[in-house]
T-cell receptor
Framework: GAGVSQTPSNKVTEKGKYVELRCDPI?????LYWYRQSLGQGPEFLIY????????DSGLPNDRFFAVRPEGSVSTLKIQRTERGDSAVYLC?????????????FGPGTRLTVL | QKEVEQDPGPLSVPEGAIVSLNCTYS??????FMWYRQYSRKGPELLMY????GNKEDGRFTAQVDKSSKYISLFIRDSQPSDSATYLC?????????FGAGTTVTVRA
């Protein structure tokens, strides 16, 4: 079956611009996560959705970052007034949302470069 | 100090060697432990997960968890050039994964 997909695969923008990154989770997965991976580092948690609501957004670095999942499927990560420090790979993952190990399946990521 | 510490390497081994990777952690609330493999410019792919202390084997891969020492390991037997990748340890108390920095492994043919 289809895995997690993310678009665009690459995004180059200028400092101060607004960007949107899209994630299509595995069909039927109720849980969706966003992580950010900087060069040479492991992914860092940003936000977790259970259904349509953000159950935990404690990883969002500041109020320039916002994410939505209006129908409980596709999610969009929005970054306002981008800064050079926002350059990273943004990874989306989804899981069944059940108790236990609840494996998270990752997409290929969106590589964001802020010039 | 980070919650999860992992030596970034890089690690280079000849084909057929045993690859040994490990992580330490500080958060006692972690109860699920995973190893992900990440190829260049790809997303992480789950290799193995364990819930309790002990060993778990899957083909050429063995994962070990020692909760008393807050230490986890991954062993790859009979390593192949196709095993060349970055290996990330990850752990969570419930839903939020905390990752190590990843160890880059190269298996030389």
């Amino acid at each position: 079956g289809a895995g997690v997909s993310q678009t665009p695969s690459n995004k180059v923008t200028e400092k101060g611009k607004y960007v949107e990154l899209r994630c299509d989770p595995i069909s039927g997965h109720t849980a969706l996560y966003w992580y950010r991976q900087s060069l040479g580092q492991g992914p860092e948690f940003l936000i977790y959705f259970q259904g349509t609501g953000a159950a935990d957004d404690s990883g969002l670095p500041n109020d320039r970052f916002f994410a939505v999942r209006p129908e409980g499927s596709v999610s969009t990560l929005k970054i306002q007034r981008t800064e050079r420090g926002d350059s990273a790979v943004y990874l989306c993952a989804s899981s069944s949302g059940l108790q236990g190990p609840d494996t998270q399946y990752f997409g290929p990521g969106t590589r964001l470069t802020v010039l | 100090q980070k919650e999860v510490e992992q030596d970034p390497g890089p690690l280079s081994v000849p084909e057929g060697a045993i690859v040994s990777l490990n992580c330490t952690y500080s958060n006692s609330a972690f109860q699920y432990f995973m190893w992900y493999r990440q190829y260049s410019r790809k997303g992480p792919e789950l290799l193995m997960y364990t819930y309790s202390s002990g060993n778990k084997e899957d083909g050429r891969f063995t994962a070990q968890v020692d909760k008393s020492s807050k230490y986890i390991s991954l062993f790859i037997r009979d390593s192949q050039p196709s095993d060349s990748a970055t290996y990330l340890c990850a752990m969570k108390p419930d839903y939020k994964l905390s990752f190590g920095a990843g160890t880059t492994v190269t298996v030389r043919a």
